[in-house]
């Protein structure tokens, strides 16, 4: 990794509502000086289309290009892999970031990581980061939950996954939809310790 970035981090869109989560996580990543390796599921490519105004592209390689652009990247900043690269380097304990975040995470990307299925390079990427014992953040948004996801989640968990629901609080009385969206971000932000102004703190306004 070039040392002009502050850290490394591997990012997933899955099928799940809630895109907003990780576009706008992405958004922050890229602007806080992080490396990003994503992957965009086929799903996750429909749901854009459906809940965002995006037009995201088919390729891998005109998927970086678009979101660079977007959110004025710098070069080699962002990297977009295919679900079938299994050369990328998330797809081996040797080259993979230590962090990776699946947000929005759908249950059926839940159901497969949690049973090591490994049949994509999301799936493969997150099997590493569990096998290396590295931090893995799965961001599920359901409702409601079926024993299913519970029991997935439950063994994630012991697994030593973080499990952050998309459940925006309200006692930072939000006033608009961007504010429940970071406050999600902010969550996720701080697990991988990465400072953020997004919302404050609890209890930061007494220290």
Known sequence: MSTKFEKRVSLAFTGASGLQYGLRLLEVLLAQNVQVYLM??????????AETDLNLPGTPEAQQQYL?????????????????QWFAPVASGSGA???????????????????????NLIERAADVALKERRKLLLVPREAPYSEIH??????????????????????????SVQDMIDFVVA?????????????????????
């Open 150 to 175: 519970l029991e997935h989640m439950l063994k994630l968990t012991r697994m030593g996954a973080v499990v952050i629901p998309a459940s925006p609080g309200f006692y930072n009385k939000p006033q």
């Open 40 to 49: 965009i599921s086929k799903a996750a490519q429909v749901v854009a289309a």
């Open 97 to 119: 970031p230590s962090e990776m975040v699946v947000c929005p995470c759908s249950t059926g990307a839940l159901s497969a990581i949690a049973t090591g299925a490994s049949n």
């Open 187 to 207: 969550r996720i932000l701080s697990q991988l310790n990465i400072d953020h102004s997004l919302m404050p703190r609890w209890g930061e306004d007494l220290a």
């Open 68 to 84: 660079a652009e977007l959110y004025n990247a710098q070069p080699d900043q962002l990297k977009v892999f295919g679900k079938e």
